[in-house]
Nanobody, 121 residues
Framework: QVQLVESGGGLVQAGGSLRLSCAAS????????MGWFRQAPGKEREFVAA??????NTRYADSVKGRFTISRDNAKAYLKMNSLKPEDTAVYYC????????????????WGQGTQVTVSS
């Protein structure tokens, strides 16, 4: 089992920045690909960004390319969000999956509880 805990959410004005963190515990974090998803009120959960276990490969949703950056170190995954827009308002979830290939996947097995990000106009 992998336990994931997100932090760093909050209220920010449009154009501002936030950095989300995801702390992982349980199994060896090094061999898990990590991802970020979000869910806005009344909408389905959507993919935001992913990073392979090595950190060499990343993937982004078109809506956040050039504004968001996913990264990781030995114990955490991060999502740096710049130029935030009101439409980025959502609960952001961290996710993990054991990965034998060095891909940035779209399907995950473990999920955090989420952290709220609110962008005011």
């Amino acid at each position: 089992q992998v336990q994931l805990v997100e932090s760093g959410g909050g209220l920010v004005q449009a154009g501002g920045s936030l950095r989300l963190s995801c702390a992982a515990s349980g199994r060896a974090f090094s061999f898990y690909a990590m991802g970020w998803f979000r869910q806005a009120p009344g909408k389905e959960r959507e993919f935001v960004a992913a990073i392979s276990w090595s950190g060499r490969n990343t993937r982004y949703a078109d809506s956040v390319k050039g504004r968001f950056t996913i990264s990781r170190d030995n114990a955490k995954a991060y999502l740096k969000m710049n130029s935030l827009k009101p439409e980025d308002t959502a609960v952001y979830y961290c996710a993990a999956v054991r990965s034998v290939n060095d891909y940035a996947p779209l399907v995950y097995d473990y999920w955090g509880q989420g952290t709220q990000v609110t962008v005011s106009s």
